[in-house]
Nanobody, 126 residues
Framework: QVQLEESGGGLVQAGGALRLSCAASGVTLNSITAAWFRQAPGKGREFVAA????????YYADSVKGRFTISRDNAKNTVYLQMNNLQPEDTAVYYCATSAGVILSAIRREDQYRSWGQGTQVTVSS
């Protein structure tokens, strides 16, 4: 059974940075695609970033490109999301998600991901 545990959220001022972590158990992260999604208050869940299995290929939402970086540490079986120059509109609950069978053309779709963490709150003050 895949278990994902996010950490690293918190309160930060605009322009600040945070690094989110997603520690996995029950699966080797290098063998599956991992992604971060977020859900702001009153909004649906949206894609943030993904890293494809067996590679270092990464994919980003336009709204975070150039500010966020997704990475994977195979030794620690952990995926990270480094978030720089945070803005109030980045305020959301951030979720880690994984799946072995993600189609590249659908990598941004949440229905492609089978396992989800419980989420970690990120709040950016102006």
């Amino acid at each position: 059974q895949v278990q994902l545990e996010e950490s690293g959220g918190g309160l930060v001022q605009a322009g600040g940075a945070l690094r989110l972590s997603c520690a996995a158990s029950g699966v080797t992260l290098n063998s599956i695609t991992a992604a971060w999604f977020r859900q702001a208050p009153g909004k649906g869940r949206e894609f943030v970033a993904a890293i494809r299995r067996w590679s270092t290929n990464t994919y980003y939402a336009d709204s975070v490109k150039g500010r966020f970086t997704i990475s994977r540490d195979n030794a620690k079986n952990t995926v990270y999301l480094q978030m720089n120059n945070l803005q109030p509109e980045d305020t959301a609950v951030y979720y880690c998600a994984t799946s072995a069978g993600v189609i590249l053309s659908a990598i941004r779709r949440e229905d492609q991901y089978r396992s989800w963490g419980q989420g970690t709150q990120v709040t950016v003050s102006s």
